[in-house]
């Protein structure tokens, strides 16, 4: 398969956590907002209704309160996304007559960590609402969720395409969603992102058929627009999608339920070309679908119409402060194996103070690294250097600035740019749930 020469290979790392974590599971919905990692609900050996908050700062997991009359029952296949200060998932309800009787929608209000009643215009009955479905997709463009798809009870694979305005919570079915319409036809499955004013669909499930289609919703001119596809992805469902720069991320899914893959695919809008990403050799990416992936860092913040580069965000975020977080992956002369290269992780440097630790950490993976190129291996040629602070524990010199809250807050805004990859299948029964870190290296 064909790698894109604008695209350098990425660095899996996995993110061992400790028994304060949610278990593994998949079918579950997650999303970021302001340097943390919400994740809710999906599938064990049950269907779950847990609800936790994952700071990426401090690698620590805070299981929120999911109880109230108002917040969602046990939920799979369902959606959840951040906008303004709020969380909004949708669907995922057990089959049930009940779940004809309302629409399946929670708001979470971060600031007041509680569920709130979302009210819309009064309506009368006749008012259109989606009614319950798994395995749908949602984006946020604008001030709007456009909810795609999904399966319904009896019904099969959808095509509805709705949208929720966050102004006044009003419902509204788009066009496109009349059957014999141009655009993806039903669907569930699928993955689905959000870049500048558009939302770029792929593959899916129409019915018990894998797809490889790719589509492009136009929020502007309420037109879909089919994508070429001749060298990207092959048939996939249970797979996901995030924006990174100008581009998307697909990893995962597979052909089949019991096909899980750990391809990592990149799309350019600009040039309209796919890719598949190489991976630099000293962990293989975890097979997954069903999963959750989530992007952190000014990279990843590309479905945000803005004027300026990521690079020109990324200095005005910092705004002349120091940056406490180190992690590139950039070209640099050295070289262990030639012409094949290799990675040299630099972990810690004399001029930064760390915890022991850390630095006993640090050893090891000086150790790891040393027993893959060999002690007396020659530089020669060009690799890769790979720095990654991600954490506070890393970069922080005392335990009392750990502490402080503020301080929290602020690092946020300063991620490096990563990519977490959060459960799915294959899973472990009652483990923690499996998070693992991608690095994506630009040449």
């Known amino acids: 398969m064909p790698t894109m020469s604008q695209s350098g290979p990425c660095l899996w790392t996995r993110l061992p956590q400790s028994s304060q974590s949610p278990c593994d599971r998949y079918k579950h919905a997650c999303c970021s907002y302001d340097g943390n990692v919400y994740i809710m609900g999906g599938r064990d050996n049950s269907c779950l209704r847990d609800f936790w908050r994952y700071s990426v700062v401090r690698n620590e997991w805070t299981q929120l309160n999911c109880t109230s009359e108002v917040a969602p029952e046990e939920l799979e296949e369902h959606s959840m996304v951040a906008h303004e200060g709020f969380l909004y998932v949708f669907g995922g309800m057990l089959d049930s007559a009940y779940t004809k009787l309302r629409c399946p929608l929670w708001v979470f209000d971060i600031a007041k960590q509680k569920w709130v009643h979302w009210q ?15 395995g749908h997709s949602a984006v946020v463009i604008g001030s709007a969720m456009l909810v795609y798809g999904g399966f319904i009870d009896i019904k099969g694979s959808s095509q509805d395409f709705w949208s929720l305005d966050f102004g006044d919570m009003t419902w509204s079915l788009l066009s496109g969603s009349q059957q014999g319409s141009l655009g993806p036809g039903p669907r569930h499955s699928h993955s689905a992102m959000a870049h500048q004013s558009c939302m770029y669909l792929f ?10 289609d790719f589509w492009k919703w136009n929020s502007t001119s309420h037109t879909w627009t089919s994508l070429r596809n001749k060298s990207g992805p092959s048939r996939l469902m249970g797979h996901s999608a995030v924006a990174y720069k100008d581009n998307m991320l697909l990893f995962g899914g597979g052909e089949s339920q019991n096909s899980p893959n750990n391809c990592l695919w990149r799309y350019n809008f600009s040039s309209q070309t796919w890719g598949q990403v190489a991976t630099l050799p000293a962990l293989s990416a975890p097979n997954k679908i069903h999963h ?71 050893s090891k993976l000086d150790r790891s690294t040393e027993s893959l190129v060999g002690k007396d291996s020659q530089r020669i040629g060009t690799c890769l250097t790979f720095e990654n602070k991600a954490f506070r524990k890393q970069w922080s010199c005392t335990e009392e600035e750990l502490l402080d809250e503020e301080e929290d807050e602020d690092v946020a805004q300063h991620l490096p740019d990563l990519l977490l990859v959060l459960g799915g299948k294959p899973c472990t029964t009652h483990s923690p749930i499996s998070v693992w870190h991608m690095t994506l290296t630009d040449p």
């Open 203 to 212: 593959g899916g499930l129409k019915g018990l058929r894998e797809q490889r």
């Open 120 to 134: 819309g215009k009064t309506s009368s009955p006749q008012t259109q609402k989606p009614t319950n479905r798994k």
């Open 292 to 362: 959750c992936c989530t992007g952190l860092g000014p990279s990843y913040k590309s479905n945000i119409c803005s004027p300026c580069s990521s690079s020109e965000l990324h200095s005005r975020l910092l705004d002349g402060k120091l940056r406490p977080f180190k992690n590139k992956c950039f070209p640099a002369p050295l070289s262990f194996l030639g012409s094949e290269g290799a990675i040299e992780l630099e972990t810690f440097s004399p001029d930064r103070c760390y915890s022991s630790k850390t630095l006993t950490q640090s």
